[in-house]
């Protein structure tokens, strides 16, 4: 993840976290804020409150698409950058990263943890 990205994840804006179904239409798609996402070396903590869908499909396959970006960074073409983040993930339920964003976010249940494969800008 390069320094665009960081800069993105810096700023809000709204983040999609889409999984793929065996189920029409064949995916899932869930929302949080770039503000929510913790991020540690490639890997990027997301608190779950719901998210059931995805975490159903990852039973299954644990690869994950995100989109991310904020209008607050210089983009390729103006203000406004986004990315396409690809990796695999997996749900955290307890121990050191669960306890520290639990602490700052009551409201999860769990935690995503998702290893970043790819980062690339796409605005």
Do not use: C
């Amino acid at each position: 993840m390069n320094e665009k990205f960081l800069e993105v994840m810096a700023h809000e804006g709204a983040v999609t976290i889409i999984s793929s179904s065996e189920k029409a239409p064949g995916f899932h798609a869930v929302n949080t804020w770039n503000s929510y996402i913790h991020i540690e070396g490639d890997t990027l903590y997301i608190p779950a409150a719901g998210m059931h869908s995805i975490q159903e499909d990852m039973k299954k396959n644990n690869h994950l698409m995100l989109t991310m970006g904020s209008k607050e960074v210089m983009g390729t073409v103006g203000w406004g950058a986004g990315f396409h983040v690809f990796g695999t993930g997996r749900f955290i339920e307890s121990g050191e990263i669960y306890d520290k964003m639990h602490g700052e976010m009551p409201f999860l249940t769990r935690v995503l943890a998702v290893d970043v494969e790819s980062a690339q800008q796409k605005i």
